[in-house]
């Protein structure tokens, strides 16, 4: 039998973190001292029922806990009227016509015969909560954001706690606390305060359970680097070391940054820093993720020129695939998260004075690609009548073999758009 790593998890502390560069942002934290607890980590190997795991003990360290938070205003980028803005709103009336009356969003459906006997991810369907907030910002409209609440409360309830096996709060899915979850949930609280500025919702502070989502993310850091991805909250607790999903190192980054500009507690930019340090050792991809972590390293503190020569090797590597990125049967879903890096990027460059104007026409050609997906329009030849166009329009179908509205494919659409259209009036104040 194959030998398979886990990590057993007990409620460690949160860390001190130290001052880094604060040239930018300059905060004052009020603290309350907490006393000292020991953090334990097993990593074990277990091959048959009858071996017992390696154990490796880590350092205990203390943590200093903020009693207040600071009241901020989020930084918001406003968005011209365009043909792309109104695409984007339509998508969000799309995400709203498909909604159950309990807040549930529609997972997954095909145009042509109406099927949705599709397995569901709650992780990406959070990710379709967090577009209804960014098209309640960009629009300006309050519905969104009430239908975006009422699916909010439906997907909170996959929070589980347990400080006797595991720290902070885990998003449960399919019998694991996927890393995914976590970032998903920051993600959506941070969508939510650009639109409204709040933290609660109904009896839930928001804020509070992005914080203890974010202590659960650096709990599962790996100690040569990067995260573990999968965590078993049944029992004692353990991580499994052979599952892996691309995007959640990415994700994870960008989550703690947002948790950073959200509470402007440094130890969160500082754990971004230390995986960011990690990250760019390893080899590139078209991570989309981890270019709106190099977004915001470039609005909310610096970036390096290691960053930008790793930035620019993400932007390099989805351009040199825009060929096969463009085939007709290829998916709208894939190519719209190339939209989102692409623009993040751009961004990162602009606020980093580096060069920048030569990815906008790569990015035009994406745009243009996905948007030939959006129902009424098609680019496969399918007749979309007006029964199709009722139900369906401002979705955005995947492949010609596979015609199905999906809800992250209208999510990454959503959020590419908004960041290139920030992007746009950016560079239109200079």
Sequence with gaps: MPKKESKKFFSPPRPQSSQRKQEKNSVVFVFSVVKSLSLILFIGLSACANQNPTQVQIPATSTPIPTTFPIRTPEIISIENSPLKNSIITSGDYLIRQQLPNGELAYQVNILNDDRAYASSDIRLMAGVGALYTICRVSVDSKYCTSADLALNHYLENLISNPEHFTGTCFYANGICPLGGATSTIDVIYKRWQA?????????????????????????RKPEGGFYHSFDPHFSGTADADYFITTFNGESLYALLQLYEMTENVFWLEQAHEINDFMITQPVSEDYAHAYAFSMFARLDELSQEDIAYTTEIANVIIAGQVRSLNPINSSISTAT???????????FYLSDVEHAWLEREINTFITFVSARQIPDSNCGFEISYNIYEKYEGGIFSTCEDPSIRIDGVAHWINGITTFLEYKSMIGTK
């Design 196 to 220: 409204t500025g709040d933290f609660t919702l109904e009896e839930k502070n928001l804020i509070s359970i992005a914080i203890d989502s974010g202590y659960f993310i650096v709990s599962m």
């Design 338 to 348: 190339k939209i989102e890096a692409l623009a993040s990027i751009a961004q990162a």
